[in-house]
């Protein structure tokens, strides 16, 4: 069992930064995967950042690239959000698959609001 607590959400105006975290707990040697999820009102849920723990494989959406870096130091996950838009509005979900089985496991979620 992994656990997935996230933090950092808030509200930021255009053209700002935030930097989310993501704090694994339980089974956390068992990670094979780490992912930033974020979903609009109205909209689905979609990738923004993934990376796999064994191997140095990082993937973003086109929407965030050159604007958002996820990283990973031990059992925390990072997605920093800089030049932010007001597309960029949404609640972010940190997301793990682990164990033999690939398990997918969601944190509760954090709101990103960018508005003037």
């Known amino acids: 069992q992994v656990q997935l607590v996230e933090s950092g959400g808030g509200l930021v105006q255009p053209g700002g930064s935030l930097r989310l975290s993501c704090t694994a707990s339980?089974?956390?040697?068992?990670?094979?995967?780490m992912a930033w999820y974020r979903q609009a009102p109205g909209k689905e849920r979609e990738l923004v950042a993934h990376?796999?723990?064994?191997?140095?494989r990082i993937t973003y959406a086109d929407s965030v690239k050159g604007r958002f870096t996820i990283s990973r130091d031990n059992a925390v996950v990072y997605l920093q959000s800089d030049s932010l838009i007001p597309d960029d509005t949404a609640v972010y979900y940190c997301?793990?698959?682990?164990?033999?089985?690939?398990?997918?496991?969601w944190g509760q979620g954090t709101q990103v609001t960018v508005s003037s």
């Open positions: 997301h793990a698959r682990a164990g033999k089985t690939w398990t997918e496991y």
């Open positions: 339980g089974s956390i040697d068992s990670i094979k995967t």
């Open positions: 990376l796999f723990t064994s191997v140095d």
